[in-house]
């Protein structure tokens, strides 16, 4: 039931069932009492037609009926029957078609009076029975005479009916249910489609495939989509608000500590200014190392997906800039199609720290190579041909802002980043290869 | 060498111009984009030292008015935003190296160095024009493998010389580049220190390494020997 469309589909069928149900039976009940009724009046049309037929005036020992109209009463056992009775019980006349037949007949009613009732024969038929009664003033006859006239008609017939009725009634309804069923489905998957693309477009966003929802969507949803789009777009503001409101922080901590640093650098050396600067030196990293990781945006869900080449090209540029007078031969070598689902900040920081560090230690050349790995795992290695870095030096190299050797230009803490950055925010993992014929800084991190 | 400093923060700016005038370098120092920008359009800069907080106009703005407009002296930016992206964003606009507040001086000068010996198209930090070698880092002047014994003025007309090897470098041009003011300008001391670099590098007249060209300027005419690595 955690599906919207199923818990559509489940409640309307319920109705559906219901109803159906429900109007199966009542229409189930009308036409039994309507068939009911129709035996009844044939019944009735039996009994006038006998009253039109027979000869009441005719002697006690004579046939009250010569010819029947209905050739079913001759049949004997034929399912209709009839007879005429005297008031005290003696029969006047019977049905041919009753023949071996008895049935267990009513008592005589009273003269006026209908009276339908369900019998049964001595052969086991069950049998409807309607009994009227007359009063006959004959012309020759100086006291009138009571007949009770009775017709019976095997319950099979009506049955019968019932049964036919019940079969067509089922079977169109089963049809009209399985139709109604099936239109109600088309009728969802058509309703809700807007809301399935909806959900498609934000498995894309979450999926780095897009980076907002494009759609034309119904009334109904278009307030979602637009907050939706309106959250993404405010939380890449945010980030970068944030960003913009870190360096100004830094700006105006930096100026100041740029400053006393200067003043100190230039006084006479005397072992108090030596210990100011050492620890000037310590507040800065530490308000480097805390800036870079305060701005760190991380994996983001809403992020769009960053191609990873043109980034490591513009990061290669700016190194070659950089230690242009280092005359060294970087190299870029990435897969086209990598991918990188996170904050392009972020991985500017990755390459550009590791490039950096290679270039301050290799000797010629440095490479970074970017590859994806199957199951969305991106691979960044940056390759440099320097001294490599001494056996229990690499623990120290990614502490926080230790500095391996400060004859190395820089604030040694981009390691310390870029761990941070790569194990902390991506989860992913980051590894050095070295020997003395180089080193390879080595990042992977895991998007599946 | 004329350098520009464009830093709003006034005591950072002083420190800097003293230290930089300390280093023998004329120095123009404004804490406004705007004043920066002019005086990178106008004067003859060899190098600006700009930072990218600037209250008036954006420090990024002033570098990318100057690279529009042909002005390709090197350029340092210095800042406190540290992150790649603000990194990699200021050296596209055209600046040439980068400097994370707060620096050591000794590296912001080294930096610079680099910068201005790139910019004359030198790479090493020592230049060699035949038997004279000129180590920048500390500023020593080697004539077979003898060291000179030079004033400041005398170094900084010498290594403007020498890092236009083989161009000729006008009078108005040299003190442009080694004052800061018009005051201090006098072409009659400009010739007593050529006279005299004359007779340091070269006491027997053998080597005649600084040509006058007349009417146009002088000339350090060694051909720049191939760098050592």
Not at chain 1, 346 to 370: F, H, P, T, Y
Not at chain 2, 199 to 222: A, H, M, N, S, W
């Amino acid at each position: 039931m955690r599906s919207l469309r199923t818990r559509i589909l489940f409640s309307a069928s319920l109705v559906l069932v219901t109803f159906l149900g429900c109007a199966s039976v009542l229409l189930d009940r009308a036409f039994r009492e309507s068939a009911l009724n129709s035996v009844e009046d044939r019944l009735r049309g039996r009994i006038f037609m006998l009253i039109g037929a027979a000869d009441f005036d005719a002697p006690g020992d004579q046939s009250l009926i010569d010819s029947l109209p209905d050739p079913s009463l001759s049949i004997p056992g034929s399912g209709n029957y009839a007879r005429i009775v005297s008031r005290n019980g003696d029969a006047r006349w019977e049905s041919r078609s009753l023949l071996g037949i008895e049935p267990d007949f009513p008592p005589p009613v009273e003269t006026g009076q209908w009276q339908l009732d369900h019998i049964r024969a001595a052969t086991g038929e069950k049998l409807f029975s309607l009994a009227y009664s007359i009063i006959w003033e004959g012309a020759g006859v100086n006291h009138p005479i009571h007949f009770v006239i009775q017709a019976c008609e095997n319950r099979r017939f009506y049955l019968d009916t019932v049964g036919r009725f019940r079969r067509s009634l089922w079977l169109w309804f089963a049809a009209l249910s399985v139709t109604l069923l099936v239109v109600q489905a088309l009728n969802l998957s058509w309703g809700l489609r807007p809301l399935r693309s909806v959900e498609d477009e934000v498995r894309a966003i979450e999926q780095g495939r897009s980076n907002q929802i494009v759609g034309e969507y119904p009334s109904e949803l278009t307030s979602l989509t637009r907050n939706l789009n309106t959250l993404i777009a405010h939380n890449r503001e945010n980030l970068q608000r944030y960003r913009n409101a870190l360096g100004d922080l830094a700006h105006s901590i930096k100026t100041p500590l740029a400053i006393l640093r200067n003043q100190f650098e230039s006084e006479e050396k005397k072992s108090s200014t030596d210990t100011m600067l050492e620890q000037l030196e310590r507040l800065d990293r530490t308000v480097e190392y805390q800036l870079h990781r305060a701005a760190a945006a991380g994996r983001s869900l809403l992020s769009p997906p960053l191609a990873v080449a043109p980034v490591v090209e513009r990061i290669a540029d700016s190194l070659r800039k950089v230690h242009a007078h280092r005359e060294l031969e970087i190299t870029v070598a990435v897969d086209p199609g990598a991918l990188f689902l996170g904050d392009e900040g972020d991985l500017m920081e990755i390459i550009g720290n590791l490039g950096d560090n290679s270039c301050k230690w290799a000797r010629q050349r440095v490479e970074i190579r970017v590859s994806s790995l199957p199951v969305r795992t991106l691979q960044i290695d940056v390759a440099d041909d320097g001294p490599g870095i001494p056996n229990g030096q690499l623990d120290v190299l990614l502490k926080r802002g230790a500095k391996l050797d400060h004859s190395v230009e820089g604030h040694g803490i981009g390691l310390a980043i870029v761990r941070e950055m790569v194990e902390d925010v991506y989860q992913g993992h980051l590894g050095f290869e070295t020997s003395n014929e180089g080193t390879v800084a080595r990042v992977k991190i895991d998007f599946a | 060498m004329r350098i520009l400093i464009v830093e709003d923060e006034y005591t950072l700016r002083e420190q800097l111009a003293e230290r930089l005038r300390a280093e023998g370098y004329a120095v123009d120092a404004t804490g406004s984009g705007k004043e920066g920008e002019y005086l990178g359009l106008e004067y003859p800069i060899d190098a600006a030292i700009v930072d990218l907080g600037l209250p008036d106009q954006a420090g990024d703005a002033v570098i990318e008015t100057w690279r529009q407009k042909q002005r390709d002296f090197p350029v340092l930016i210095l800042t406190a935003r540290g992150r790649w992206e603000d990194k990699v964003a200021g050296l596209e606009i055209g600046a040439d190296d980068y400097l994370v507040k707060p620096f050591h001086n000794e590296e912001l000068l080294a930096r610079l160095r680099a910068l201005l010996r790139r910019a004359s198209g030198w790479s090493q930090s020592e230049i060699r024009c035949g038997a004279i070698k000129m180590e920048l880092g500390s500023k020593r002047v080697l004539v077979d493998d003898q060291e000179l014994d030079l004033t400041a003025l005398e170094y900084k007309v010498l290594e403007y010389l020498m890092l236009h090897a083989d161009d000729v470098v006008s009078k108005s041009e040299l003190t442009e580049h080694l004052y800061e003011d018009d005051a201090e300008r006098d072409s009659n001391v400009l010739e007593v220190i050529i006279g005299r670099l004359r007779k340091k590098l070269d006491p027997d007249r053998t080597l005649v390494p600084i040509e006058t060209i007349r009417g146009q300027g002088y000339r350090f005419c060694f051909t720049r020997d191939s760098e050592e690595a």
